[in-house]
């Protein structure tokens, strides 16, 4: 009789698939649903663009109220297509705590920011095939947060960090299955959808 391998995995993001959904909010960005083979061989990745606006063109996520200090995991998968840099990580109320800045175009990161009572852990970029990278990082606050944490990823025109302002010009990639969790590793990835997953659930490993 074979034996299975099993991981326990927990996720803070709801909706972590379907960015196009309301927890999900969007400045000056247009999200298409399903339209690109995600990771999991599923038909169901989605396609972010820049609008053609002067701004910041963003997504995000408020996860869950949060004024304490600890470790914490996030990672979500990347593909390119038009857009070249991308940044993701968790932040606040006050200020960018952490953003990987990556370039999909060469699969590397370019910088990573940190804000605030922030060290950085780890932080990776991973080819899982057919175009597709998986971003992730491990931080530690080792200051109290403000309020509430938050799952930022920002379309930058650069390869460094940056809140300013620039206008899209359409410009697009491709994104599928958010992660965040309180952890000191990246855990096997755990799908949600109309609630976040807080509690540990088994998932085959491999």
Known sequence: TA?????????????SEAFNESSWAKERVLVSSNIMPSPNGGLNAEYISTEAV?????IYQLLTAFS????????????????????????????????????L???????VELQGSTTLVS??????GSGWYKVSGVINATGAW??????LGMMLNQSTFSSGSYTGT???????????????TVDTYLPTYATAQSSSVLLPQG
């Not at 002067?54 to 963003?58: A, D, E």
């Not at 606040?92 to 370039?103: G, K, P």
């Not at 175009?105 to 910088?111: C, K, R, S």
């Open 123 to 128: 932080s990776s970029i991973e080819d899982v």
């Open 170 to 184: 359409g410009t697009g990639l491709y994104i599928w299955g958010a992660q965040c969790q309180f952890s000191s």
């Open 68 to 103: 304490g200090t600890g470790n914490i995991s996030f990672s979500v998968y990347l593909k390119y297509r038009t857009h070249r840099y991308f940044s993701f990580g968790p932040t606040d109320n006050s200020i960018y705590r952490c953003q990987i800045v990556v370039d």
């Open 105 to 111: 175009l060469n699969g590397t990161i370019t910088t």
């Open 3 to 15: 034996l299975i391998d099993w991981n326990k995995s927990t996720n803070l993001v709801v909706q």
């Open 54 to 58: 002067n701004g910041t063109h963003r």
């Open 146 to 151: 403000a309020s509430n944490l938050y799952l």
